[in-house]
């Protein structure tokens, strides 16, 4: 079966403070597609990054940072140096057939940067 | 601003009563998702179209239908609403499939009294 678990229900951290928000993901499929997206308090999901299961390659956009290690099923996110902007509930997902159909939400940390 | 944009994005109604959601997608995109989100069950995808047509369905119950127009705007009936039908429920689009990103509208959010 598949899963998403992010374990992290809340987080809350001073700003300008480093964050991660664990993710970890359950397929027996070999292709497969990870996702961030990010809610803020507007409601709208707005899509952060997709990485497919064949590229292990770590990004960085920004202050945002992605760890995808297909060893552990993981794809965590790290904001660096993060700001009150970036509180928000962060939802990382799991889609197996590419055409966003079959997405699998994890049930979401919420992130709050108090200032 | 997404460029999806839903109405209503509130709405209030009585158990057994039946309501319409719209969705106008990005200019441009061809396919139209649904998505529920509610406390207990997070986002659960209920139905996808391109082009018109439906491409795949998910947890959507039999009260609930949905269909995507020629001119590529999309509605969401819900029938029969019960309590547990209280959500917050979302339109999605992206230009084609394969792609994986979603555009988000801000959603419609119901209220079964």
């Known amino acids: 079966a598949q899963k998403v678990t992010q374990a992290q229900t809340e987080i809350s951290v001073v700003e300008k403070e480093d964050v991660t928000l664990d993710c970890v993901y359950e397929?027996?499929?070999?292709?497969?597609?990870l996702f961030w997206y990010k809610q803020p308090p507007s409601g709208e999901l707005v899509f952060l990054i997709r990485r497919n299961s064949f590229d292990e390659q770590n990004e960085i956009s920004g202050r945002y940072s992605w760890n995808f290690q297909k060893s552990t099923s993981s794809f965590n996110f790290t904001i660096t140096a993060s700001q009150v902007v970036d509180s928000a509930v962060y939802f990382c997902a799991l889609d197996l057939d590419s055409s966003a159909s079959k997405i699998i939400f994890g049930s979401g940390t919420r992130l709050s940067i108090r200032p | 601003d997404s460029g999806v944009t839903q109405t209503p994005k509130h709405l209030i109604t009585a158990t057994g009563q039946r309501v319409t959601l719209r969705c106008s997608p990005r200019?441009?995109?061809?396919?139209v998702y649904w998505y529920q989100q509610s406390l207990d069950q997070g986002l659960q995808f209920l139905i996808q179209?391109?082009?018109?047509?439906?491409?795949a369905k998910g947890n959507i119950l039999e009260r609930f239908s949905a269909q995507q127009f020629p001119d590529l705007h999309s509605e969401l009936n819900l029938s029969s609403l019960e309590l547990g039908d209280s959500a917050l429920y979302f339109c999605?689009?992206?230009?084609?499939?394969?792609?994986?990103?979603?555009?988000f509208g801000e959603g419609s959010r119901l209220t079964v009294l």
């Open positions: 200019s441009g995109d061809l396919s």
């Open positions: 179209y391109y082009n018109g047509e439906e491409r």
């Open positions: 999605a689009s992206s230009v084609a499939l394969g792609t994986g990103e979603l555009f």
């Open positions: 397929t027996r499929d070999t292709t497969y597609y």
